[in-house]
């Protein structure tokens, strides 16, 4: 975990008023939120000051592109800093770049470093339940939850092959959490740690609005999990988000779902015709089935506006 923010600034420019007010700033709130922190012009002190095991918990943020190439050559995870001395400055390697630094809450540095060293973001809390970004170590959890038939009776499964749903992971953790900053997420019962169902945001080609989904394994149901968990993901998206609106697709049949979205706000539009294993059985990198052997379904559309 993030331990450690060092804030990198070239020597001309630290010799600025506002650039150095700017760091200043910054050091003294990462100490106060509980986390190490230090201001340096030398690269040098930054690559002697930790051992191997010890970038693995640091963060530099840096404002200069050749020391930002060198550090990350290095293994070190590191952020690019605009401001009004470096305008121009690229920073190629570094997944993420801030400007105005002095803006930036703990939160923002703490989930860029999680990307760097790959550990999920924690999206939210309610009364029961953490949800989170889900991890390839989850799938194994996913085949016990999914192993009850009932469970794909009105919805897609996993991968025949936990190898290839594991691949899937890794692919969606990259190219949705990575790119999008929201996705399906995992529900984790907070009493215990148990892994008791997924549920967030998705995008489906022909569709406007994001698409809400969920799902609860069989013998966690009945206890609210799944209402609790959609109203404050629906409210995240709301407020963090900035969604306007949000939809769901749910089998006609499925009236036990159909009730719940009901009480969460959602209200009947139409009924859809909706592709299906758009990946096949198995998983090729991101490669579709021909359309030739696609299959749809009929679903009814739901949407909740906010």
């Not at 569709?207 to 013998?219: N, W």
């Amino acid at each position: 975990m993030l331990r450690t923010l060092v804030l990198l600034v070239d020597e001309d420019n630290i010799k600025d008023e506002k650039v150095k007010a700017s760091v200043d700033e910054v050091a003294k709130y990462v100490k106060d939120c509980g986390y190490n922190s230090f201001v340096t012009t030398d690269l040098s002190e930054v690559e002697s000051s930790f051992t191997q095991e010890e970038k693995k918990n640091t963060l530099v943020v840096c404002d200069r592109g050749k020391d930002s190439d060198k550090l990350l050559e290095d293994d070190y995870y590191v952020v690019g800093n605009l401001h009004g001395l470096n305008q121009g400055e690229e920073f190629k390697g570094a997944k993420y770049v801030f400007s105005e630094i002095e803006n930036v809450d703990m939160d923002s540095f703490v989930k860029v470093y999680q990307r760097y060293s790959g550990e999920p973001w924690e999206i939210l809390r309610t009364e029961r339940l953490l949800i989170r970004e889900t991890t390839v170590d989850d799938v194994d959890e996913f085949y016990k939850l999914y192993k009850d038939p009932s469970m794909t009776r009105f919805m897609e499964g996993l991968f025949e092959d936990p190898e290839d749903e594991k691949r899937y992971q890794r692919d969606y953790i990259k190219k949705i959490y990575g790119l999008m900053g929201f996705g399906v997420w995992t529900l984790v019962r907070l009493e215990d740690g148990a892994v008791i169902g997924r549920a967030g945001y998705s995008v489906r080609n022909g569709f406007d609005e994001v698409e809400l989904g969920y799902l609860v394994g069989k013998e966690y149901q009945r206890h609210g999990y799944a209402l609790e968990a959609c109203a404050a993901i629906l409210d995240y998206g709301r407020d963090v988000l900035q969604f306007d609106a949000v939809q769901t697709l749910v089998k006609a049949e499925n009236t036990v779902s159909i009730h719940m979205c009901e009480k969460l706000g959602f209200k009947k539009e139409s009924e859809v015709e909706v592709e299906e294993n758009i990946y096949g059985k198995e998983y090729k990198d991101g490669e579709k089935v021909a359309l030739n052997q696609a299959t749809y379904g009929k679903y009814l559309k739901m949407v909740r506006v906010f």
